[in-house]
């Protein structure tokens, strides 16, 4: 069952019920500034960090689940309503939500109003504009009020819901004609504030949310609402919230608009005030008058479409199938994007108070945003590696507003410090920019201890070579990139965290899926030594991998698969002789990318038990048979019920791993069928089983084991954006970036006659049309560009900024 | 205007509208489970700790503000309403909520029918009962459906509210008849469950939030209720939560009691599991076997009564004043030990997550408290000790669970160790036992490191010895008693703690409150080191105390009243010569009840100086003038916008402190009316404007600089109440317990007759008649127990465990 549709022209979701099986969201801003809005105008705004710097409060796990947004309601002759369906829940004559890429659009007609909310956080504008817009559609003279309404967050989103003895004393607004200026603990050592405005002269305001509201009350019927008039509250401690009332006549036909602005300042520390007690508004006024008309507005919304428009003409897809083409074009390209600025930190399912810039996250993020902007891409690996620390490990996190590591977190993931090799060559093989190595960054925030970016990727590489256990493969440590297989943790107490917990040394538990990584990364740390000049320092790096390859194939393969992991005890994780878990993904998937098996057939075999073990009808679980019970040895897998999370889930971040390796292997129909499994556009019609939103990925689907197999959870944030766009985009359509320029290698479902990719690269943009004649998987039979025959599969790179013709004719 | 009564036989308080000014709550158990109720049923429970053994959800700050508890649904014929009020709010035609001494009943009648619901725990229970009495009270057969509701928080109440991506995964229960189990992580590292049972046939259930609910509706409205029928969900994720519908025929006067019970089981670790994956539910059989019945739960409830009135028969006056009556006798008593129980952690506006066991807190709260259950306090003052550093210093707080001292919030507030001293020697003169003094008791919880009791007091009273400033005043470390005047920290970042940031050394600034301390609590110190025939060692102590004596006369006075500290430049805080913050209260009341200033003046001077300066007709505010920007040397104090805590707030704790001093200076009519302004039966009346409930204290009322003078914020848990009741128990009413027997030095009003004192002490039973012909406010001119006249003012310790009649005439 569908709950909307594609609107492909305008790249946009459209919702046609406010009642989704979830809320289904979308989030704006794209620098310091973000929001997350659902279908029915829930969810909140902040300022680069969700934690510490939160500006509307949001209350997750309510009741109603999602409560708390930026609100209007529309008061008519005792009838009140809101345009998004909730909170007033009071029946529409018609809505719809459009989610577009940084914008949203909510419209909800009743009774002869017509009203069109759109929300959006323009470019180099640290809030959101609320454009209203009014129409009388009935043939009658209307005489109504519109009511805004926002209620602010104390700035620290933990703090904010816990230390109610503090934050109820501590609230403080200012208002001046139509605008609420929040600025509590400004008077002490915030030189930041927040304000709401509308471009209007007001009927009233309130600015305490119990004179709103009510202390009885829901946002479903605000007291003020139902009563169809502010009380011009001044908050003094308690809740700070901001609303206006604005009375509206309107004659049949006739429209009106009103542009509100939810902003933050920061003032320099010397221009706090104004005069005492009273806050330097200058900046305020400034970013309230670029939003002054409906015009302003416009034309804002355009610069915004624009920017996206020009992004996604970095590589654009026309198949045969508009929905590979939507994902791969706006949508799956969207979520990377967004992936890539919020990293973990705040979704429906991630509160923002857990969790900052994760290490290996952001790492693989950027292999599926460096071609959007890869400067941001730079910065950001800048920024990592900054946090690494001197033995070549790393910090799992770091807090955004700092980007100082997170303590309480702390390091010890084995698996981290190799995935900044990675996002290193992907960003080089990009730009072809190589200065990158020559930066000279800091390990551990500490500029004492600075060495430049090749020496960081030296540590990473190395960090493996000196972690190695008793088989010879890398000693996983708190855990490899699944975070919740802990073979060092041994917790018997249900009040210790599984990531930070630590009671073994660490010196026997190898993880085999590191070990593929090391082959597969430690290649491009190779590469880049030979690239450098440093051949010596290549040779070397290679005759690691080359153990470490056979090391794999000797303790790392059971015979039909390969092997997770060893545990604290040397016995072996993933393996037929276990009872449960015997089958992994992520080593299936990842060693067979890495090239190993390849001339043996294990790989194959390796794939084919992948089909007949872990495939399911929604997607490749995470392992099978799910763990009925807990393995102290094993940690935090064993704790989720059978079909949940890393325990057999559907867990979508390294099902695009096997579709990799499924190409590597030239099986370009299954890699497709895995493709299309998980791929969100194709879940669409199932919406009711899968209730998270159809534009975006999940981080996980309830497994085979699971009583609700199907269900999806934790949309948005998660690796499987980035993963699957790089199977998409360079191993299936097989357009891959490299050094020497574009590599073009399809792998896809023999049926195809082709396609057509137009990518941006290196200034340079290529249209390359791939034609299928002979109907193969795979392999490179010719191709022309500009109508010139290549040899070979690589795209030249030119330095004229011109645009390129491509043809590729696939064949034996 | 008042919401309510007293129902002084029944020690009820009486609420007769469901919409206070704020949820007026009560708690449940005594013992290791416990429960905050409102007046409209909200609110939640826990085992021990309520942080990391939260039973059921609860939201705080929520809109409507009191949302989730246990709620009943009354389904009636398409209609349906809650007895409570909430959270349907649908009118009622009668209601009534009697908060009692660990019970809270709720009525509600609508269209013929009449509900009561008690909520109660059991002494040696882990649970609440709530049982559900329908009466018909119309003339027509009613069928209708009761729907019970509670939803369970996963165990950790922090990780429940932030760690989304993994909680809405692991939700796991078992529905046996009408028992629904909750049984979440329980598969893993705990051992520990808890269900909602009801004796019983239920027509339905449902144990998914969702379903219950639905995704967009509130508590006000689940969509199972609309419907008049349960869905037999079983929880699978997501949200478990806990309802059972009944059907119910009631003819005219018929009346109908349902048990519910609310409850929580341990089980050893070897008899988890009934079998694979099926948890052991004898202790939860055996738990509803004993409350099957309403015979069953009224004797229960009978026992809890039972158990109350002799608590509060160990301390009973009869005066002419029936507000200060059901003060003294049921409700400062009451809170006194809600507040021992729970410390700070959980009411209404402690959320449970951020604070555990304060040292300083409980060690106060003692005083309060010892009388009534003296083996307790025992028991936690050796749990506090055992918290305690070896250089004397201590943890701020521990955590109820582990007792273990909190890492995150440490140590260094250098008045904490004295109020070791002061506990201690309240429950020695209370029952008489010096054998606490040789228990052995480890430091920071390390058992090799443990030292006798009295030890502990002796690296208390030299940790401040050990730590005195430049004026020979003791350094005052991060704060003293008052937490927000933070000397030592300095801090610009709005991110950091002011509780936990230092970024000083601490070798300057001094606090005259701690010497204050040390001479009244010192001198306890040295009676102790008498008694114990420590004569040198008591020599010593009391040159330490007329040391720091002078030195306060000489550093510590003002002209008109006492400085409050020295900053970390050296210079006066609380002084003439501050441009704000002149005066405080803390030392006005601690250096006198230390006994200085009392020869040559200064004490008079001190008193009327908080008279002129900060007395209000709400209560003294802690200081003035209120502090109207930030200074960066104070700290927190300095925070808070004027008027609000301790920036000039009414902080009711210190109150006390000035009407002890009063009575040391024989004021007793000024000291009373200190009294009566802050004593909540005596703001009954303007419960609209103080807002919170009327039978206990809160921790502060907001003061004179504050636009919302005079309303109180967090009640329930301060140790006000225990201060309060020293204050008016022994220094007004003047009954106070001594090593060698009661003292009776009381110091009233003059106006007073006189009034009769029930006191138990050391097993027997004193029966004091004060009589006031001379109408004095001080002074026992004669003194006969049993008839016989009595030298002095002490009343013997009898060995007889027998009742005496003493009469005392005061007089000059």
Same sequence: chains 1, 2.
Avoid at 149 to 169: P, S
Avoid at 367 to 380: C, E, W
Avoid at 641 to 653: D, L, R, S, V, W
Wanted: charge should be negative; hydrophobic fraction near 35%.
């Amino acid at each position: 069952m569908k709950y909307g549709y594609f609107d492909d022209d305008n790249k946009e979701y459209v919702i046609t019920t406010p009642q989704t099986p979830y809320p289904w969201i979308n989030y704006l801003g794209m620098q310091d500034f973000f929001s997350l809005i659902s279908n029915t105008a829930g969810g909140y705004c902040f300022y680069k960090d969700a934690r510490l710097r939160r500006i509307t409060r949001y209350r997750y796990n309510n009741v109603p689940t999602d409560s708390g947004g930026r609100y209007f309601y529309i008061y008519d002759n005792g009838d009140f309503w809101s345009p998004g369906w909730m909170p007033v829940k009071r029946d529409l004559d018609s809505y719809e939500c459009r989610h577009g890429l940084g914008y949203t659009s909510i419209t909800g007609q009743r009774d002869g109003i017509e009203a069109k909310v759109l929300f959006f956080v323009p470019l180099d504008f640290n809030g959101e504009i609320h454009r209203v817009t009014l129409k009388n559609i009935g043939d009658r003279e209307k005489r109504i009020t519109l009511f805004s309404f926002v209620e602010f967050c104390l700035w620290n989103a933990y703090d904010d819901m816990t230390n109610f003895q503090r934050n109820f004393n501590t609230g403080e607004v200012e208002i001046i004609g139509s605008t609420i200026y929040h600025k509590t603990e400004y008077r002490e050592r915030r030189n930041h504030y927040s304000f709401y405005s509308v471009n209007a002269d007001i009927s009233g305001f309130d600015s305490d949310r119990e004179s709103f509201i009510g202390l009885y009350n829901g946002f479903d019927a605000p007291r003020a609402v139902t009563a169809g008039k502010s009380n011009n509250s001044v908050a003094d401690g308690w809740s700070p919230i901001a609303s206006h009332s604005i009375n509206v006549v309107l004659q049949p036909g006739q429209e009106r608009d009103f542009v509100f602005v939810l902003g933050y300042v920061e003032n320099p520390e010397d221009e706090k005030w104004e005069s005492q007690g009273i806050i330097n508004k200058k900046p305020a006024l400034a970013m309230i008058e670029r939003f002054k008309t409906t015009e302003q507005v416009d034309k804002s919304l355009n610069v915004l479409k624009r920017y996206w428009d020009e992004l996604l003409l970095k590589y654009h897809v026309d198949s045969a199938d508009p929905k590979l083409d939507r994902m791969v074009n706006v949508w799956n390209q969207y979520q990377c994007m967004v992936t890539f600025n919020l990293s973990r930190s705040a979704s429906y399912f991630e509160s923002g108070i857990g969790r900052g810039i994760g290490f290996r996250d952001s790492n693989q993020d950027i292999l599926g945003f460096v071609h959007q902007v890869p400067d941001t891409a730079r910065q950001r690996i800048l920024d990592l590696a900054a946090t690494q620390l001197e033995d070549g490990g790393a910090y799992h996190q770091y807090q955004p507003l700092t980007k100082k590591g997170n303590n309480e977190i702390g390091g010890n993931f084995n698996d981290d410090p190799l995935w900044l090799i990675l996002s290193t060559a992907a960003y080089m093989k990009e730009t072809g920019d190589f200065s990158i190595l020559d930066e000279i960054v800091p390990f551990d925030n500490d500029s004492s201890k600075a060495a430049d970016m090749f020496e960081h990727l030296k540590r990473s590489f190395y960090h493996v070579v000196n972690n190695l256990g008793p088989h010879g493969l890398p000693l996983i440590g708190r855990a490899d990139w699944n975070d919740c297989l802990n073979l060092n943790c041994f917790s018997t107490e249900p009040d210790q965290s599984f990531q930070t917990t630590t009671n073994k040394d660490s010196k026997v538990a190898e993880s085999v899926l590191i070990a593929a990584m090391f082959v597969f990364i430690g290649k491009e740390y190779a590469e880049i030594c030979r690239r450098r000049g440093l051949d010596e320092e290549a040779h070397i790096a290679r005759h690691y991998i080359d153990e470490m390859k056979e090391t794999v194939m000797k303790y790392g393969y059971d015979g039909e698969w390969f092997l997770r992991a060893y545990d604290d005890c040397g016995n072996k994780v993933g393996s037929k002789e276990n009872e449960e878990g015997k089958i992994f993904i992520e080593t299936q998937g990842f060693c067979i990318m890495a090239g190993m098996g390849l001339e043996d057939g294990s790989a194959v075999k390796a794939l084919d038990s992948v089909k007949k073990y872990l495939d399911t009808k929604y997607g490749i679980v995470l392992l099978n048979p799910a763990f009925t019970r807990y393995y102290v040895n094993l940690g935090e897998i064993s704790s989720y019920p059978p079909g949940y999370k890393e325990n057999a889930g559907i867990f979508c971040h390294n099902n695009p791993w096997v579709m990799i390796a499924e190409t590597v292997i030239g099986r370009g129909e299954r890699a497709f069928e895995y493709y299309k499994k998980i791929a969100p556009a194709y879940v669409e019609e199932r919406s009711d089983i899968h209730r998270m939103e159809p534009y975006v990925y999940s981080q996980m689907i309830a497994g085979k084991d699971a009583k609700r197999f199907g269900e999806a959870k934790n949309s948005w944030l998660t690796g499987t954006a980035a993963w699957n766009f790089v199977a998409i985009s360079q191993w299936i359509l097989g357009i891959k970036p490299d050094y020497d320029g574009l590599v073009i290698d399809p792998c896809i479902p023999p049926d195809w006659n082709g396609y057509t990719v137009k990518r941006m690269f290196r200034g340079v943009r290529y249209t390359i049309t791939v034609e299928n004649p002979e109907h193969v998987c795979k392999g490179v039979k010719s191709m022309t560009v500009d109508g010139y025959p290549v040899e070979g599969n690589v795209l030249p790179v030119f330095a004229d900024d011109g645009e390129h013709e491509v043809r590729v004719i696939l064949g034996c």
